[in-house]
């Protein structure tokens, strides 16, 4: 799937499936080890747009309180005012603000990233890895991406010599065309 013509066939409106989408996380813990988590509870969509890539969209929201690393009292920790203050701020929201087309299937998508009510730009590089119908005729389409962020630019500065300021996010997304 590298062609214009190719690409223009996914235009249109998706849904993130939630079932096969997963948004997670890596990040050093004290200084030695990495610690791996994710987020369990979200939604989003986008608006595709497969000949003029620049006029996609994309809109994220996800649960703050929804954060997981197999470890409840490191959660919980997270979920505190040291770091993702859930209780005061409920969503982590994404929306995209440029879409750029870097070759073939390869997008920057860059956007506002608001978490504890503070919004900061973020640029995350996607590669298209799937395109294709299920069984039902149903459109879908999988992408994945990565950005590297410093939690410091939202205000997360606990556990300073605990967790290392450079967080690498991941997203393994599946959306469902609704139209």
């Known amino acids: 799937m590298t062609t214009?013509?190719?690409?223009s066939a996914l235009t249109g409106d998706y849904d993130l499936d939630t079932a096969r989408t997963r948004i997670g996380f890596t990040a050093r813990a004290a200084m030695i080890s990495k610690?791996?988590?994710q987020f369990d509870a979200f939604e989003g969509a986008a608006h595709l747009d497969g000949a003029l890539p620049s006029r996609s969209t994309v809109r994220l929201t996800?649960?703050?309180?929804?954060?997981?690393?197999?470890?409840?009292?490191?959660?919980?920790?997270?979920r505190g005012e040291d770091f993702l203050a859930a209780l005061d701020h409920p969503t982590i929201t994404f929306a995209?603000?440029?879409?750029?087309?870097?070759?073939?299937t390869v997008f920057k998508v860059t956007g506002n990233l608001t978490i504890r009510g503070t919004a900061s730009p973020v640029t995350v590089t996607f590669?298209?890895?799937?395109?294709?119908?299920?069984?039902?005729?149903?459109?879908?389409?999988?992408?994945?991406?990565t950005a590297t962020v410093s939690r410091r630019d939202w205000g997360v500065s606990g556990a300073a010599g605990l967790v290392g300021e450079k967080v690498t996010l991941t997203l393994d997304v599946t959306a469902i065309r609704r139209s």
Do not use: M, W
Not at 96 to 104: A, D, L, P, W, Y
């Open 4 to 7: 214009t013509t190719q690409l």
């Open 35 to 37: 610690v791996r988590g």
């Open 62 to 78: 996800i649960r703050s309180a929804s954060v997981r690393t197999r470890n409840r009292k490191r959660d919980d920790h997270l």
């Open 96 to 104: 995209s603000t440029r879409v750029e087309q870097i070759e073939g």
């Open 127 to 145: 590669h298209l890895t799937e395109a294709d119908t299920d069984p039902r005729g149903t459109g879908r389409v999988r992408f994945t991406g």
